[in-house]
Protein backbone atom coordinates (compact mmCIF):
# COMPACT_ATOMS: atom_id res chain seq x y z
CA UNK A 1 0.00 0.00 0.00
CA UNK A 2 1.15 3.64 -0.64
CA UNK A 3 1.26 6.12 1.78
CA UNK A 4 -0.97 8.20 -0.34
CA UNK A 5 -4.13 5.09 0.15
CA UNK A 6 -4.15 6.18 3.54
CA UNK A 7 -5.43 9.85 2.97
CA UNK A 8 -8.87 10.94 3.54
CA UNK A 9 -11.42 10.71 0.63
CA UNK A 10 -12.15 14.02 -0.44
CA UNK A 11 -8.57 15.95 0.11
CA UNK A 12 -7.49 15.18 -3.40
CA UNK A 13 -10.63 17.13 -4.36
CA UNK A 14 -10.27 20.04 -2.22
CA UNK A 15 -13.23 19.04 0.01
CA UNK A 16 -13.99 20.45 3.57
CA UNK A 17 -13.18 17.39 5.92
CA UNK A 18 -12.61 16.94 9.25
CA UNK A 19 -9.47 14.16 9.71
CA UNK A 20 -8.85 12.45 13.10
CA UNK A 21 -5.12 12.02 13.37
CA UNK A 22 -4.41 7.86 13.82
CA UNK A 23 -1.21 8.46 15.05
CA UNK A 24 -2.21 10.71 18.52
CA UNK A 25 -0.92 9.61 21.75
CA UNK A 26 -2.00 10.01 25.11
CA UNK A 27 0.06 13.19 26.03
CA UNK A 28 1.89 11.87 29.07
CA UNK A 29 3.33 9.40 26.87
CA UNK A 30 3.88 11.10 23.98
CA UNK A 31 5.60 13.95 25.89
CA UNK A 32 7.78 11.42 27.18
CA UNK A 33 9.25 10.08 24.61
CA UNK A 34 9.98 13.87 23.49
CA UNK A 35 13.43 15.51 23.22
CA UNK A 36 11.72 18.54 24.18
CA UNK A 37 9.18 19.08 27.44
CA UNK A 38 8.00 22.21 29.82
CA UNK A 39 11.65 22.94 31.07
CA UNK A 40 11.87 24.45 27.28
CA UNK A 41 8.70 26.62 27.49
CA UNK A 42 9.76 28.19 30.94
CA UNK A 43 12.94 28.79 29.46
CA UNK A 44 11.31 30.53 26.73
CA UNK A 45 8.70 32.35 29.29
CA UNK A 46 11.56 33.60 31.48
CA UNK A 47 13.55 34.94 28.68
CA UNK A 48 10.24 36.90 27.72
CA UNK A 49 10.35 38.40 30.91
CA UNK A 50 13.82 39.93 30.94
CA UNK A 51 12.44 41.50 27.65
CA UNK A 52 9.56 42.89 28.94
CA UNK A 53 10.62 46.10 29.87
CA UNK A 54 12.34 46.63 26.52
CA UNK A 55 9.07 46.03 25.11
CA UNK A 56 7.21 48.09 27.16
CA UNK A 57 9.86 50.89 26.13
CA UNK A 58 9.85 50.61 22.71
CA UNK A 59 6.45 49.83 21.95
CA UNK A 60 4.30 52.28 24.76
CA UNK A 61 1.37 52.79 22.36
CA UNK A 62 0.90 49.20 22.01
CA UNK A 63 2.34 47.20 24.72
CA UNK A 64 1.47 47.61 28.36
CA UNK A 65 3.15 48.62 30.99
CA UNK A 66 4.07 45.20 32.30
CA UNK A 67 5.96 44.44 28.82
CA UNK A 68 3.51 41.23 28.13
CA UNK A 69 2.65 40.39 24.36
CA UNK A 70 -0.72 38.55 25.05
CA UNK A 71 -4.50 39.17 24.14
CA UNK A 72 -7.23 39.00 26.01
CA UNK A 73 -9.94 35.18 25.82
CA UNK A 74 -13.10 36.70 24.75
CA UNK A 75 -16.20 34.64 25.54
CA UNK A 76 -19.21 34.39 22.53
CA UNK A 77 -21.95 31.61 21.60
CA UNK A 78 -21.49 29.90 18.11
CA UNK A 79 -24.11 29.79 15.42
CA UNK A 80 -26.57 27.20 17.74
CA UNK A 81 -26.06 29.34 20.78
CA UNK A 82 -23.70 27.09 22.61
CA UNK A 83 -20.71 28.89 23.99
CA UNK A 84 -17.44 29.19 22.56
CA UNK A 85 -14.33 31.04 23.36
CA UNK A 86 -11.96 33.45 21.37
CA UNK A 87 -8.36 33.49 22.13
CA UNK A 88 -7.90 37.15 20.45
CA UNK A 89 -4.26 37.42 19.01
CA UNK A 90 -5.99 38.57 16.26
CA UNK A 91 -5.26 41.76 18.10
CA UNK A 92 -1.96 41.15 19.77
CA UNK A 93 0.27 44.17 20.53
CA UNK A 94 2.57 45.19 18.05
CA UNK A 95 1.86 43.24 15.20
CA UNK A 96 -1.52 42.18 15.51
CA UNK A 97 -1.08 38.38 14.58
CA UNK A 98 -0.22 35.32 16.12
CA UNK A 99 3.76 35.28 14.39
CA UNK A 100 4.59 37.69 16.89
CA UNK A 101 4.78 35.70 19.45
CA UNK A 102 7.79 33.63 17.46
CA UNK A 103 8.99 35.99 14.98
CA UNK A 104 9.29 38.93 17.77
CA UNK A 105 10.63 36.32 20.67
CA UNK A 106 13.48 35.22 18.00
CA UNK A 107 14.82 38.86 16.73
CA UNK A 108 15.04 39.60 20.67
CA UNK A 109 16.89 36.19 21.43
CA UNK A 110 19.17 37.46 18.55
CA UNK A 111 19.83 40.92 19.72
CA UNK A 112 20.29 39.60 23.33
CA UNK A 113 23.34 37.30 22.27
CA UNK A 114 24.88 39.66 20.37
CA UNK A 115 24.69 42.21 23.35
CA UNK A 116 26.45 39.42 25.56
CA UNK A 117 28.31 38.20 23.19
CA UNK A 118 29.80 42.43 23.07
CA UNK A 119 29.63 43.08 26.90
CA UNK A 120 26.81 45.14 26.71
CA UNK A 121 24.50 42.90 29.24
CA UNK A 122 26.91 42.40 32.04
CA UNK A 123 24.64 40.40 34.96
CA UNK A 124 21.82 42.16 36.36
CA UNK A 125 21.20 45.35 33.83
CA UNK A 126 17.93 45.82 32.67
CA UNK A 127 17.01 44.58 29.35
CA UNK A 128 16.32 48.33 28.45
CA UNK A 129 20.13 48.75 27.87
CA UNK A 130 19.76 47.13 24.08
CA UNK A 131 17.43 50.18 23.39
CA UNK A 132 20.55 52.51 24.05
CA UNK A 133 22.73 54.21 21.92
CA UNK A 134 25.96 51.92 22.27
CA UNK A 135 23.49 48.70 21.46
CA UNK A 136 21.92 50.35 18.68
CA UNK A 137 25.31 50.86 17.29
CA UNK A 138 26.62 46.99 17.54
CA UNK A 139 22.56 46.14 15.78
CA UNK A 140 22.95 48.31 13.12
CA UNK A 141 26.15 46.40 11.85
CA UNK A 142 23.73 43.53 11.45
CA UNK A 143 20.93 42.16 9.70
CA UNK A 144 17.94 39.96 10.24
CA UNK A 145 16.40 37.89 7.28
CA UNK A 146 13.33 36.03 6.88
CA UNK A 147 10.78 34.10 3.91
CA UNK A 148 7.08 34.61 5.11
CA UNK A 149 3.83 35.01 2.85
CA UNK A 150 3.93 38.33 4.91
CA UNK A 151 2.77 38.28 9.05
CA UNK A 152 6.32 36.68 10.13
CA UNK A 153 8.22 38.90 7.93
CA UNK A 154 6.06 41.95 9.59
CA UNK A 155 6.45 40.58 13.79
CA UNK A 156 10.05 40.36 12.70
CA UNK A 157 10.87 43.18 10.65
CA UNK A 158 8.99 45.25 13.02
CA UNK A 159 11.38 44.50 15.99
CA UNK A 160 14.10 44.38 14.07
CA UNK A 161 13.88 48.07 13.24
CA UNK A 162 13.16 49.04 16.54
CA UNK A 163 16.02 47.44 17.84
CA UNK A 164 18.26 49.15 14.64
CA UNK A 165 18.51 46.32 13.66
CA UNK A 166 18.88 46.06 9.61
CA UNK A 167 16.21 43.21 8.11
CA UNK A 168 15.12 41.58 4.73
CA UNK A 169 12.15 40.14 3.93
CA UNK A 170 11.85 37.99 1.33
CA UNK A 171 7.87 37.89 0.03
CA UNK A 172 5.90 34.48 -1.83
CA UNK A 173 3.63 35.71 -4.14
CA UNK A 174 0.77 35.28 -1.88
CA UNK A 175 2.02 38.11 0.52
CA UNK A 176 -0.26 41.44 0.12
CA UNK A 177 0.68 44.68 -1.19
CA UNK A 178 -0.05 46.61 1.94
CA UNK A 179 2.22 44.28 4.00
CA UNK A 180 5.27 45.14 1.57
CA UNK A 181 4.38 48.45 1.88
CA UNK A 182 4.08 48.56 5.69
CA UNK A 183 7.38 46.82 6.10
CA UNK A 184 9.39 49.38 3.59
CA UNK A 185 8.23 52.25 6.08
CA UNK A 186 9.99 50.81 8.57
CA UNK A 187 13.64 50.73 6.20
CA UNK A 188 13.17 46.78 6.11
CA UNK A 189 14.11 45.81 2.62
CA UNK A 190 11.51 43.33 0.88
CA UNK A 191 12.40 40.83 -1.99
CA UNK A 192 9.85 39.96 -4.24
CA UNK A 193 9.45 36.60 -5.30
CA UNK A 194 6.81 35.31 -8.15
CA UNK A 195 7.11 31.49 -5.74
CA UNK A 196 5.42 30.30 -2.98
CA UNK A 197 6.55 30.07 0.27
CA UNK A 198 8.66 27.38 0.05
CA UNK A 199 10.58 29.13 -2.41
CA UNK A 200 10.70 32.86 -0.65
CA UNK A 201 12.18 31.23 2.41
CA UNK A 202 14.70 28.56 0.94
CA UNK A 203 15.89 32.69 -1.15
CA UNK A 204 16.12 34.57 2.05
CA UNK A 205 18.38 31.11 3.64
CA UNK A 206 20.93 31.38 0.68
CA UNK A 207 20.73 35.41 1.30
CA UNK A 208 21.67 34.48 4.70
CA UNK A 209 24.31 31.93 4.32
CA UNK A 210 26.93 34.41 2.28
CA UNK A 211 27.12 37.36 4.79
CA UNK A 212 28.90 36.93 8.18
CA UNK A 213 26.61 39.72 9.52
CA UNK A 214 23.16 37.97 8.73
CA UNK A 215 20.96 35.68 10.74
CA UNK A 216 18.37 33.61 9.03
CA UNK A 217 14.62 33.07 11.08
CA UNK A 218 14.32 29.69 9.69
CA UNK A 219 10.16 29.54 9.65
CA UNK A 220 10.31 25.96 8.54
CA UNK A 221 12.11 24.73 11.61
CA UNK A 222 12.98 27.10 14.31
CA UNK A 223 12.94 25.74 17.61
CA UNK A 224 13.02 29.71 18.80
CA UNK A 225 9.98 30.41 16.98
CA UNK A 226 8.09 26.89 18.12
CA UNK A 227 8.79 27.76 22.04
CA UNK A 228 8.47 31.42 21.58
CA UNK A 229 4.45 30.39 20.26
CA UNK A 230 4.78 27.61 22.94
CA UNK A 231 4.27 30.06 25.47
CA UNK A 232 1.19 31.24 24.43
CA UNK A 233 -0.50 28.23 26.77
CA UNK A 234 1.18 29.46 29.94
CA UNK A 235 -0.50 32.72 28.90
CA UNK A 236 -3.95 30.76 28.56
CA UNK A 237 -4.43 29.08 31.44
CA UNK A 238 -4.80 31.60 33.98
CA UNK A 239 -7.62 33.53 32.01
CA UNK A 240 -9.48 29.75 31.13
CA UNK A 241 -9.34 29.98 35.45
CA UNK A 242 -10.45 33.42 35.60
CA UNK A 243 -13.32 32.30 33.44
CA UNK A 244 -14.31 29.59 35.73
CA UNK A 245 -12.89 26.80 32.73
CA UNK A 246 -11.63 23.86 34.07
CA UNK A 247 -11.20 21.44 31.43
CA UNK A 248 -10.73 17.75 32.17
CA UNK A 249 -10.60 14.44 29.94
CA UNK A 250 -14.08 14.15 30.01
CA UNK A 251 -14.93 17.83 29.00
CA UNK A 252 -12.14 19.06 26.98
CA UNK A 253 -11.31 22.19 25.31
CA UNK A 254 -11.07 21.80 22.17
CA UNK A 255 -8.81 24.30 20.36
CA UNK A 256 -8.76 25.37 16.58
CA UNK A 257 -5.67 26.53 15.34
CA UNK A 258 -5.36 27.93 12.08
CA UNK A 259 -2.17 26.14 10.29
CA UNK A 260 0.61 27.04 7.80
CA UNK A 261 4.11 25.28 7.72
CA UNK A 262 2.93 24.26 11.60
CA UNK A 263 5.09 26.72 13.82
CA UNK A 264 2.63 28.89 15.88
CA UNK A 265 -0.38 25.80 16.13
CA UNK A 266 2.58 23.03 16.70
CA UNK A 267 4.34 25.64 19.46
CA UNK A 268 0.65 26.62 20.43
CA UNK A 269 -0.30 22.97 20.91
CA UNK A 270 2.50 21.60 22.60
CA UNK A 271 2.59 23.78 25.34
CA UNK A 272 -1.33 23.27 26.10
CA UNK A 273 -0.47 19.18 25.89
CA UNK A 274 2.29 20.23 28.55
CA UNK A 275 -0.15 22.06 30.64
CA UNK A 276 -3.31 20.33 30.29
CA UNK A 277 -2.12 16.94 28.94
CA UNK A 278 -5.13 14.99 27.44
CA UNK A 279 -8.26 17.40 29.21
CA UNK A 280 -7.30 19.55 25.63
CA UNK A 281 -7.58 18.62 22.53
CA UNK A 282 -5.49 20.28 19.82
CA UNK A 283 -7.60 20.59 16.30
CA UNK A 284 -5.16 22.43 13.03
CA UNK A 285 -7.48 23.95 10.12
CA UNK A 286 -5.71 24.85 6.93
CA UNK A 287 -7.44 25.16 3.65
CA UNK A 288 -8.81 22.70 1.21
CA UNK A 289 -6.10 24.00 -1.23
CA UNK A 290 -2.87 24.22 1.13
CA UNK A 291 -3.44 21.06 3.80
CA UNK A 292 0.25 20.56 4.01
CA UNK A 293 0.40 19.45 7.82
CA UNK A 294 -2.58 16.64 7.10
CA UNK A 295 -0.69 15.52 4.37
CA UNK A 296 2.42 15.27 6.13
CA UNK A 297 0.75 13.45 9.19
CA UNK A 298 -1.56 11.26 6.87
CA UNK A 299 1.36 10.48 4.83
CA UNK A 300 4.43 10.10 7.10
CA UNK A 301 6.41 11.76 4.43
CA UNK A 302 8.39 14.74 5.03
CA UNK A 303 8.76 15.55 1.39
CA UNK A 304 5.48 15.57 0.31
CA UNK A 305 3.86 19.11 -0.85
CA UNK A 306 -0.20 19.51 -1.73
CA UNK A 307 1.43 19.78 -5.74
CA UNK A 308 2.26 15.80 -5.67
CA UNK A 309 -1.47 15.22 -4.64
CA UNK A 310 -3.00 17.65 -7.33
CA UNK A 311 -3.54 20.58 -4.89
CA UNK A 312 -2.84 24.06 -6.38
CA UNK A 313 -1.57 25.79 -2.84
CA UNK A 314 -3.93 28.63 -4.24
CA UNK A 315 -5.92 30.60 -1.03
CA UNK A 316 -7.49 33.67 -0.11
CA UNK A 317 -5.65 32.85 3.29
CA UNK A 318 -2.30 34.13 2.22
CA UNK A 319 -0.56 33.00 5.64
CA UNK A 320 -1.42 29.69 5.40
CA UNK A 321 -1.01 29.41 1.88
CA UNK A 322 2.08 26.93 2.54
CA UNK A 323 2.67 23.57 0.32
CA UNK A 324 5.01 21.45 2.91
CA UNK A 325 4.39 21.49 6.67
CA UNK A 326 7.48 21.51 8.86
CA UNK A 327 9.02 18.37 9.25
CA UNK A 328 10.94 19.34 12.52
CA UNK A 329 7.11 20.78 14.07
CA UNK A 330 5.24 17.54 12.42
CA UNK A 331 8.06 15.18 14.42
CA UNK A 332 7.50 17.17 17.31
CA UNK A 333 3.96 17.64 17.91
CA UNK A 334 2.69 14.67 15.45
CA UNK A 335 1.37 12.52 18.13
CA UNK A 336 -0.04 15.30 19.80
CA UNK A 337 -2.74 16.75 17.24
CA UNK A 338 -5.79 15.30 17.69
CA UNK A 339 -7.66 16.36 14.18
CA UNK A 340 -6.89 18.26 11.15
CA UNK A 341 -10.03 19.97 9.62
CA UNK A 342 -9.69 21.88 5.99
CA UNK A 343 -12.10 24.58 5.22
CA UNK A 344 -12.91 26.43 1.77
CA UNK A 345 -11.80 29.94 0.87
CA UNK A 346 -15.77 30.81 0.75
CA UNK A 347 -16.31 29.56 4.15
CA UNK A 348 -13.30 32.04 5.46
CA UNK A 349 -14.54 34.89 3.78
CA UNK A 350 -18.80 34.59 5.02
CA UNK A 351 -16.95 34.13 8.55
CA UNK A 352 -14.97 37.10 8.44
CA UNK A 353 -17.94 39.16 7.56
CA UNK A 354 -19.95 37.48 10.14
CA UNK A 355 -17.37 37.98 12.98
CA UNK A 356 -17.38 41.37 11.92
CA UNK A 357 -20.89 42.29 11.85
CA UNK A 358 -22.17 40.26 14.48
CA UNK A 359 -18.99 40.76 16.79
CA UNK A 360 -17.13 43.42 15.71
CA UNK A 361 -13.73 41.25 15.57
CA UNK A 362 -11.63 42.87 12.39
CA UNK A 363 -10.39 39.37 11.45
CA UNK A 364 -8.16 38.16 8.17
CA UNK A 365 -9.30 35.66 6.29
CA UNK A 366 -6.84 32.90 7.63
CA UNK A 367 -7.99 34.03 11.26
CA UNK A 368 -11.45 32.98 10.60
CA UNK A 369 -10.48 29.59 10.02
CA UNK A 370 -11.41 28.38 13.82
CA UNK A 371 -14.67 29.28 13.70
CA UNK A 372 -15.63 27.48 10.44
CA UNK A 373 -13.66 24.40 11.61
CA UNK A 374 -15.72 24.52 14.42
CA UNK A 375 -19.08 24.29 12.80
CA UNK A 376 -18.04 21.41 10.76
CA UNK A 377 -16.31 19.79 13.99
CA UNK A 378 -20.04 20.74 16.03
CA UNK A 379 -21.52 18.67 13.47
CA UNK A 380 -19.08 15.44 13.01
CA UNK A 381 -17.37 15.28 16.02
CA UNK A 382 -19.82 14.52 19.19
CA UNK A 383 -18.46 14.32 22.64
CA UNK A 384 -18.58 16.93 25.16
CA UNK A 385 -15.77 19.24 24.65
CA UNK A 386 -15.58 23.42 24.98
CA UNK A 387 -14.48 25.27 21.91
CA UNK A 388 -11.61 27.81 21.87
CA UNK A 389 -10.97 29.24 18.67
CA UNK A 390 -7.35 31.00 18.14
CA UNK A 391 -7.92 34.38 15.86
CA UNK A 392 -4.60 34.90 14.57
CA UNK A 393 -4.69 38.07 12.86
CA UNK A 394 -6.27 40.79 11.60
CA UNK A 395 -6.65 43.63 13.60
CA UNK A 396 -4.05 45.52 11.72
CA UNK A 397 -5.85 45.47 8.54
CA UNK A 398 -6.27 49.06 6.78
CA UNK A 399 -9.97 49.90 5.75
CA UNK A 400 -8.69 49.96 1.91
CA UNK A 401 -8.09 46.17 2.28
CA UNK A 402 -10.71 44.81 4.83
CA UNK A 403 -13.86 46.51 3.64
CA UNK A 404 -13.05 45.47 0.20
CA UNK A 405 -13.14 41.70 1.90
CA UNK A 406 -16.82 42.42 3.74
CA UNK A 407 -18.02 42.90 0.03
CA UNK A 408 -16.33 40.08 -1.82
C1 LIG B 1 -2.78 34.98 10.38
C2 LIG B 1 -2.01 33.70 10.45
N1 LIG B 1 -2.55 32.66 11.09
C3 LIG B 1 -1.89 31.49 11.19
C4 LIG B 1 -0.64 31.31 10.63
C5 LIG B 1 0.00 29.95 10.72
O1 LIG B 1 1.25 29.91 11.30
P1 LIG B 1 2.29 28.81 10.83
O2 LIG B 1 2.69 29.15 9.41
O3 LIG B 1 3.43 28.92 11.76
O4 LIG B 1 1.60 27.50 10.86
C6 LIG B 1 -0.06 32.37 9.93
C7 LIG B 1 1.27 32.25 9.30
O5 LIG B 1 1.81 33.17 8.75
C8 LIG B 1 -0.75 33.60 9.84
O6 LIG B 1 -0.23 34.66 9.19
Redesign the pocket.
Known amino acids: MSHLDTLPAGLRQAQPLLWHNPTLRPAADALAACAYGRADIEAAIARWQRFAPLLARLFPDSVAADGRIDSPLLPQTDTCGQPLWVKADHALPITA ?3 AR ?1 GVYEVLCHAEELALAAGLLPPGSSYTVLAGAPARALFARHRILVG ?5 GYSVGVMARALGLGVEVHMSHDAKEWKKQRLRALGAGVVEHQGDYALAVAAARDSAASDEHAYFID ?1 ESSLL ?1 FFG ?1 AAAAWDLAPQLAAAGLRPTPEQPLRVYL ?9 GVAFGLKCLFGDAVQCVLVEPVASPCFLLRLASGDDALSVYDIGLDNRTVA ?3 A ?1 PRASATVAGIVGPLIDAVVTVSDASLLAELRHQWRQHGLRL ?1 P ?2 AAGFVAHQLAAAQWPGAATPVVWT ?3 NGLPDEVFLPLLAE
Open positions: CIKGSTGNLDLYPCGVGGAPGDGLVESATGG
